[in-house]
């Protein structure tokens, strides 16, 4: 164990992660996260936009993750279910990278296929005009809890197409990762 434990410290150490999670994601640990995210580095313009998708995903996690655990809430010993995932923050040399994943149903994979999908080619003025249109319409997936404007969110703070994966698991679920980058300097 302390073999491997030391090569994912040099793996972490050589790719620059600033912060990885896997877990349960409550919003205490959400905000515990978000806090050590500011502190890393000075809170310039780009950290502040590395930020700001950092919560989108790892809010997304918290809502829509098909995998749950039950957390304690409150002092009554009461627990409340909370989603299961990975965020991953990392830095090299040109740009910052915010990683998540998580568990999703087979309707959220159809959802989140079509909408990273139709978000994947839009330049900046044509993800604002669909987040405006998604806004007006109130569209959004069975038991969202929004109008599905947070991939289109992401994509408007990234500076770089969004990287999506959905690798099937078992019983119709599969494993969503969703990659936001944002450049240190303006993409050419």
């Known amino acids: 164990m302390a073999e ?8 972490m150490s050589q790719r ?11 919003q205490d640990v959400l905000v515990e996260l978000g ?9 310039d313009r780009k950290v502040k936009r590395v930020f700001a998708v ?17 957390i304690p809430f409150g002092g009554n010993g009461a627990a409340h279910p909370v989603g299961v995932g990975v965020v991953v923050v990392s830095e090299s040399a040109d740009d910052y ?7 999703v149903t087979a309707d959220q994979m159809v ?8 978000i994947h080619g839009l330049d900046a003025d044509q993800l604002k005009q669909y987040y405006d249109e998604r806004l ?8 969202s809890k929004g109008a599905g404007l947070g991939l289109i969110d992401i994509a408007r703070k ?5 990287d999506y994966e959905i690798r099937p698991i078992v019983d119709g679920r599969a494993f969503f990762v969703l990659t936001a980058r944002i450049a240190k300097t303006l993409p050419s």
């Open 97 to 103: 990278s915010v990683s998540a994943g998580n568990v």
């Open 158 to 162: 990234a500076d770089f197409p969004l």
């Open 16 to 26: 620059k992660i600033w912060l990885a999670f896997k877990g349960a994601i409550s």
């Open 35 to 43: 806090t050590l995210l500011k502190n890393k580095s000075v809170f």
């Open 111 to 118: 959802y989140l296929r079509e909408q990273c999908e139709r």
């Open 54 to 70: 950092f919560i989108e995903m790892t809010q997304n996690i918290l809502h829509y993750s098909a995998e749950t655990e039950a």
């Open 136 to 143: 007006k319409a109130g569209q959004s997936l069975a038991g």
């Open 4 to 11: 491997d434990l030391f090569r994912l410290y040099q793996d």
